[in-house]
Each structure stands twice: as structure tokens, then as C-alpha cells.
């Protein structure tokens, strides 16, 4: 089924919050251990169904990756 196919393919809209992460004063969650943005606002005001942010990828998260 086509659903079935696409659902692999979807990026969250959100960035997933862990214990310590947090959120700093400009809205954004951080990573709790590498104390990097886990989110980033979009260019110029923009938004995407009516977010104003989009996940991206912290420090130590990236690192851990690349193993």
C-alpha cells in the first residue's frame, strides 16, 4: 500500500526531546549533554504548516553518528 511506503520516508516535524534536553531562552530545544540547538527557525520569519522551526541535528548527536 502506498501509505505503507511513504511512512519510512517522513521526517518529523519535530525534534525529539530527551530527559535532559531542554529549552532555551529563544524557544528552541537544546541538547542536554552537548548544550547545542536540537531545532532551528526558519529563514526569515518562514513556516511550514504552520511551524516556525524545523529539527536539526545537535553536536554530540552529529559525532555519534559518524562512528
Known sequence: ????????????????????????EDGLLYCGTCHTPKEAYFPEGKTLFGRDRSPSECGWRGERNTD
Request: hydrophobic share 35%.
Open 1 to 24: 500500500m502506498i501509505l505503507d511506503d511513504t511512512k519510512g520516508t517522513m521526517v518529523p516535524m519535530a525534534a525529539e526531546q530527551e530527559n535532559s534536553d531542554y529549552t532555551g
